[in-house]
């Protein structure tokens, strides 16, 4: 069974710092690449960022290029997000996030779904 | 940047129809994909590469893309069927993003 374990969320200031973890479990891990999603509460979802099954492709949402740091560890079995310089736009539930993964080389359909971690950016 | 648009809202009686819209510049050049979400959920996919579906979806969700505007036909429309559903492409342009449209609520009558 896929299973995809984030965590790392909590209340952090505005400007401050979090690294949110993914643990993932069920399927060969260094053949998916993988996202992560988050949803403002009571609002839409929004794609932060992508890496590939090897690192070697990663992309950003424009809203956190510069800030933001995907990365993945596929010998651990896992992805992070390092959060820099945290707004208070980036609360939000943080989904890691599988992606479906046909070797294309770009984002596929996300066929598998953490259950979130929630970051609160709050003085 | 690319923007996917749909409606905020879709209201269906049991065992009706429900059609929720995509509409994006040239939409239908792109491969587009459906989610589901129920409240304190995470997202669940329900078509895939336009009109594909994963296993244990029920044959009543489909979907299609044409032109500007891509959707996902829900059939014989149950209670368990309210949710948001959100529609989601990968822009290739210059911007390379994946994009959601803003959600429809549907609302089982």
């Known amino acids: 069974e896929v299973q995809l374990v984030e965590s790392g969320g909590g209340l952090v200031q505005p400007g401050g710092s979090l690294r949110l973890s993914c643990a993932a479990s069920?399927?060969?891990?260094?053949?998916?690449?993988m996202n992560w999603v988050r949803q403002a509460p009571g609002k839409g979802l929004e794609w932060v960022s992508y890496i590939s099954s090897s690192s070697s492709t990663i992309y950003y949402a424009d809203s956190v290029k510069g800030r933001f740091t995907i990365s993945r560890d596929n010998a651990k079995n896992s992805l992070y997000l390092q959060m820099n310089s945290l707004r208070d736009e980036d609360t939000a539930v943080y989904y890691c996030?599988?992606?479906?993964?046909?070797?294309?080389?770009?984002?596929?359909?996300?066929?598998?779904w953490g259950q979130g971690t929630l970051v609160t950016v709050s003085s | 940047s690319y923007v996917l648009t749909q409606p905020p809202s879709v209201s269906v009686a049991p065992g009706q129809t429900a059609r929720i819209t995509c509409g994006g510049n040239?939409?239908?050049?792109?491969?587009v994909h459906w989610y589901q979400q129920k409240p304190g959920q995470a997202p669940v996919l329900v078509v895939y590469d336009d009109s594909d579906r994963p296993s244990g979806i029920p044959e009543r969700f489909s979907g299609s893309n044409s032109g500007n505007t891509a959707t996902l036909t829900i059939s014989r429309v149950e209670a368990g069927d309210e949710a948001d559903y959100y529609c989601q492409v990968w822009d290739s342009s210059s911007d390379h993003h994946v994009v959601f449209g803003g959600g429809t609520k549907l609302t089982v009558l």
């Open positions: 069920g399927f060969t891990f260094s053949s998916y690449s």
């Open positions: 996030a599988r992606d479906v993964d046909y070797g294309s080389g770009t984002p596929d359909a996300v066929d598998y």
């Open positions: 040239n939409i239908g050049s792109k491969s």
